[in-house]
């Protein structure tokens, strides 16, 4: 529950932030994750009992701008593409 805490607390003073960037200023490792991503839904449902709520800035497809409804895609459909921009988290 302390990583929730911390993701909740680290969103609200930063708006809009990768799984990435959470994972670095958490200080965790990279294979980290996937623990960040489950976080995520737990801190959805924290919010939720507090009357915010998590928003997903959904990722895009830098090639042809195709958004995804999945917050961590490997590639396109559309183009086959790599080179997805990812996710972004807020609290509204």
């Known amino acids: 529950m302390a990583l929730v805490e911390d993701v909740i607390s680290l969103l609200e003073k930063q708006d809009g932030l990768t799984v990435k960037e959470i994972c670095t200023a958490l200080n ?16 959805s449902r924290v919010l939720k009992r507090k009357g915010k709520k998590l928003v997903m ?10 958004e995804f409804d999945k917050p961590n895609p490997t ?18």
């Open 28 to 43: 965790l490792e990279p294979s980290r994750e996937k623990e960040v991503y489950s976080a995520l839904v737990k801190v």
């Open 57 to 66: 800035q959904p990722p895009r497809c830098k090639k042809c701008g195709f």
């Open 75 to 92: 590639k396109c459909p559309r183009c086959k593409s790599q080179w997805i921009e990812e996710a972004r988290f807020f609290i509204a």
